[in-house]
């Protein structure tokens, strides 16, 4: 008897640290009715990104699995931790796809992203094999119109909420609140910590 296909929404990030405009998206995915879960797979580095800035991977995993642990649909996922580094969202796809045969992974990707999608490893190959989930951005207009209209990609109907992890890792320097920005247990597991504060 085949195994039924298992529809997993992927949304990468550094969540350095994870904010509540994260947990909206990744919880508005998981209530589609064509996905059964949705994994937070935190990427130890983002090429695109300073690794200098990045909080240790493991503090950052644990503030994610602080958010969710308390909801089914949501996994926290280091699947990128023991793959080499800088990590490439198709290297990694490939390697799920390998581990999990039978499930369809779904990448999640913000609409700033996917205008500078021509600059990934291998995007054409995210394109043609994966469906793609976007979600819009704030004052984002210089998305390719071709992927307006493209039949891999759907566009999700979230929200528009500005916050970036830049602002609340600004936020903790002054030593102001970033409470409501981020889920209470962070807020409190950040507070007891000199993180980002230096």
Known sequence: MALATKHIGLLFGSFNPIHI???????????????????????????????????????????????????????????????????????????????YPHYEFRPIMGEDNLAHLHKWKNYEQLLKYYRLIVYPRPNCTNTPAEYRQHDRIDWLTVPLIDISATHIRDLVRQRRSIRYLVHDRVHDYINTTNWWRS
């Open 21 to 99: 405009g994260h947990l909206i998206i990744a919880e508005t995915v998981a209530s589609m009715p064509d996905v059964q879960e949705v994994w937070l797979v935190v990427s130890p580095h983002n090429p695109l990104k300073d690794k200098k800035a990045l909080l240790n991977q493991y503090d950052r995993l644990h503030l994610v699995r602080l958010c969710i642990e308390d909801n089914p649909r949501l996994r926290v996922s280091d699947i990128e931790f023991g793959l080499p580094q800088p990590s490439y969202t198709i290297d990694t796809l490939a390697y799920l796809h390998e581990k």
